[in-house]
């Protein structure tokens, strides 16, 4: 007859049966903070708190699981069963879902023209649009490419790439999260965009709001900045990874 083994257990506040062992192993998963980071034994017990003894048993089962993963130097990566777990559960997620109802919003509330830009090489495209309701407005067409370096959007999209990381303005640029241009590509137009980032800190795109440059008074960029800003802050933990992405487009 076998015998199940105790497993230490605790409750929380409300009486609910917690498993300590599961919660410390988890806890470790949580100690990696950037995109392909890897860990010593030293760091785990510095960020996790935890005895290295206890770091060390735990980790030889999450390694088993393919959890975490252990290089020749004993550093630890996150491991493919994470990614494999990470990919279905982003998998039902749309950007256009998602980035169609903000731009609608933006549109409505700054009455002016919002899109969303991709990179695609040199150029950029307006992925997605609402052009404004005014008679005098900026008009966009989907589909339609740009050069790159050129406007508020060209500047998010350059500013995140790492070819331009040492570049001071660029830097600026990514540390704001936002960039207004005046009259760059056309000298009666003007744009604020933000970078749109997913919760693993990748760029999907640029949201723009634009319009005629008169109408980009400080106190409307001002404005204009926040609800960008808010909106981009409001998306960014329903957004799924590049790499859900990509595969959704067969690259």
């Not at 470790?28 to 960020?47: D, H, I, N, T, Y």
């Not at 070819?163 to 241009?181: D, K, L, M, P, Y």
């Not at 000298?187 to 800190?201: F, K, R, S, Y």
Request: one cysteine or more; charged letters at 25%.
């Amino acid at each position: 007859m076998e015998t199940e083994l105790a497993v230490p257990k605790t409750e929380d506040d409300e009486g609910r049966t917690r498993v300590e062992a599961v919660e410390r192993s988890l806890s470790l998963l949580q100690c990696f903070r950037q995109p392909g980071e890897a860990l010593s034994l030293a760091v785990l017990a510095q960020r996790s708190s935890l005895y290295k003894s206890t770091i060390l048993r735990l980790t030889a089962s999450l390694v088993y699981m393919k959890f975490l993963e252990r290089d020749a130097a004993g550093k630890y990566r996150l491991g493919s069963e994470l990614r494999r777990l990470g990919a279905l559960s982003a998998a039902p997620v749309s950007v256009e879902s998602l980035v169609r109802p903000a731009l609608q919003k933006l549109s409505t509330f700054t009455r002016e023209t919002a899109s969303f830009y991709v990179r695609d090489g040199d150029e950029r495209i307006c992925l997605y649009r609402v052009n404004s309701q005014r008679s005098a407005r900026h008009h966009l067409d989907e589909g339609s490419r740009h050069p790159l370096k050129g406007g508020a959007a060209g500047k998010i999209l350059c500013a995140y790439d790492p070819q331009f990381a040492n570049e001071e303005s660029f830097e600026a640029i990514r540390t704001r999260g936002w960039v207004v241009s005046k009259g760059e590509r056309d000298p009666d137009l003007a744009a604020i965009a933000v970078g749109l980032t997913n919760e693993n800190h990748e760029l999907l795109g640029a949201l723009t709001v634009s319009g005629l440059l008169t109408r980009f008074t400080p106190d409307q960029i001002k404005s204009f900045r926040k609800l960008l800003v808010d909106t981009a802050n409001e998306l960014r933990p329903r957004l799924p990874p590049l790499s859900i992405i990509n595969q959704e487009h067969g690259a």
